[in-house]
T-cell receptor
């Protein structure tokens, strides 16, 4: 049981390049989330998926797209990277028990855009 | 909109001393409340959570938190800090909105002096 896994761990891009961050969970959770973490700002939600086949914008969706490939996988795509997207990205999934359950986080992807 | 404030960006305590990290939230009703810890270069780990009932909740690693509705606070405490507690701590609110999104505070970085 690996929990939430993310690839890659580190990435350096040049402005204008594109890339996809991968996330997978093996806990059979319905809900999955993408956050970015910037110093002093905590984590801010980019996109989330409440169930397979659905995605919704969070607080800071501009410049990003997501795909919920299946129940396990939720990817985040940067079509044209900008220096403002330099950040640490975390994927999370949530247990579904009818209440606001715990979110489980992956180890993060540290992205630098030059 | 819900919000979370962690007034202390950095806190330094001596090993063996007591600790209190402050968290204030803004929400129209009683939210679900969480404390997460992040060690350097790692993802987030749940310390404890409050949904309802007893306002004093116990968590892992000897931490506890008290929900005070009148003060809109959910402060984290530990009676005796260990050097391994040095990390960043995040308070989060789930207002059981669509997708059960978490809103995070900006974080408090804890340093422990030997």
């Amino acid at each position: 049981n690996a929990g939430v896994t993310q690839t890659p761990k580190f990435q350096v891009l040049k402005t204008g390049q594109s890339m996809t961050l991968q996330c997978a969970q093996d806990m059979n959770h319905n809900s999955m989330y993408w956050y970015r973490q910037d110093p002093g700002m905590g984590l801010r939600l980019i996109y989330y998926s409440a169930s397979e086949g659905t995605t919704d914008k969070g607080e800071v969706p501009n410049g990003y797209n997501v795909s919920r490939l299946n129940k396990r996988e939720f990817s985040l795509r940067l079509e044209s990277a900008a220096p403002s997207q330099t950040s640490v990205y975390f994927c999370a999934s949530k247990e579904d028990n009818g209440l606001a359950g715990e979110q489980f986080f992956g180890p993060g992807t540290r992205l630098t855009v030059l | 909109a819900q919000s979370v404030t962690q007034p202390d960006i950095h806190i330094t305590v001596s090993e063996g001393a007591s600790l209190e990290l402050r968290c204030n939230y803004s929400y129209g009703a009683t939210p679900y409340l969480f404390w997460y810890v992040q060690s350097p270069g790692q993802g987030l780990q749940l310390l404890l959570k409050y949904f309802s009932g007893d306002t004093l909740v116990q968590g892992i690693k000897g931490f506890e938190a008290e929900f005070k509705r009148s003060q809109s606070s959910f402060n984290l405490r530990k009676p005796s800090v260990h050097w391994s507690d040095a990390a960043e701590y995040f308070c989060a609110v789930d207002g059981y909105n669509a997708g059960n999104m978490l809103t995070f505070g900006g974080g408090t970085r804890l340093m422990v002096k030997p």
